[in-house]
C-alpha cells in the first residue's frame, strides 16, 4: 500500500514551511489555496491553516533506507531535538516489524517517526539527506471505534490487516511494509512520549492493490 498525500491541519503555517523548507531540507510551496504543500520522496504532505486558537497535532512517519537509519538519526540530531525512546533510548527497535525508528517534533507538535524497515530494498550508498526521506510510511488515523474503523476501511476499501500485527482493540495496523494505517483509539497515549491521542480532521490519498482510495476523518475546523 502508498501513502500519496496526507493532508493536516497546523495552527502556523509559516513555521511549518522553515522547518520542513530550511531545517530539513524538502521542497514546499504555498499553493493557490493557501495551504502549505511538502514534499517527501513519493508522497506530500499538505498543511491547511487550523482556526486560530486551536492546537491540532497528528502521528506520521517517513521512511528511510533500510541500512540508514543511523545516518539518519546523525543528520537529524544536528538540525532539531529527538526524542527518546523507552528508558532513554534513542533507537526504537520493532522486531516483530522488521524495523527500527526514532522519533521527533514539528513546530506544530507532531510526532514524526523515521522509520527503516528491512524488508523494503531501497537501500543506498549516498549520504544521507533531505532525498532520502522516500515517502510516507505510516499515517495516525484517531478513532473511537478501532475494531469498526478497521472493518470500514476494510470493506471500503480492501485494505489488509497488516501480516505482521498486532490487532487489538484499542490499536491496530492495517496495510502492507510499504505504507501503513495506525488506528488507535482516542485518549491511547502515541509512542515515544505517551501523548493521548486525539482525533482532528484529516484527509489521505493512497492506493492499494491499483485501486486510489480517500480517507477523511474529524470536521474541517
Known amino acids: 500500500m502508498q501513502l500519496q498525500t496526507l493532508c493536516l491541519l497546523a495552527p502556523d503555517l509559516p513555521q511549518q514551511k522553515h522547518f520542513y523548507g530550511e531545517v530539513l531540507g524538502l521542497p514546499t510551496q504555498l499553493l493557490p489555496t493557501e495551504e502549505l504543500e511538502v514534499h517527501l520522496g513519493f508522497s506530500r504532505v499538505v498543511f491547511r491553516q487550523a482556526v486560530p486558537g486551536t492546537k491540532p497535532y497528528y502521528h506520521f512517519a517517513l521512511t528511510v533506507p533500510h541500512n540508514q537509519l543511523q545516518a539518519a538519526y546523525g543528520w537529524l540530531a544536528a538540525r532539531t531535538p529527538l526524542l527518546p525512546f523507552l528508558n532513554g533510548e534513542p533507537i526504537a527497535d520493532f522486531p516483530n516489524w ?24 531501497n537501500a543506498t550508498a549516498e549520504p544521507f539527506g533531505p532525498t532520502h526521506f522516500l515517502g510516507l ?18 470493506k471500503t476499501h480492501g485494505i489488509p490487516d497488516f501480516c ?4 487489538l482493540p484499542n490499536f491496530a ?45 474529524g470536521p474541517n475546523t
Open 98 to 121: 522488521q524495523a527500527q525508528a526514532f522519533y521527533f517534533y514539528d513546530p506544530a507538535g507532531n510526532i514524526l517517526e523515521c522509520i527503516a524497515r528491512f524488508e523494503l530494498p
Open 164 to 167: 505482521r500485527g498486532p490487532k
Open 137 to 154: 510510511s505510516e499515517a495516525g488515523i484517531v478513532t473511537d471505534n478501532v475494531p469498526r474503523t478497521g472493518a470500514t476501511l476494510a
Open 173 to 217: 495496523a492495517m496495510g502492507t511494509d510499504e505504507g501503513l494505517l495506525i488506528l488507535t483509539q482516542e485518549g491511547r497515549g502515541w509512542l515515544p512520549t505517551g501523548q493521548p491521542a486525539e482525533q482532528h480532521w484529516l484527509r489521505l490519498e493512497g492506493s492499494h492493490a491499483g485501486k486510489s482510495f480517500t480517507i477523511e476523518v
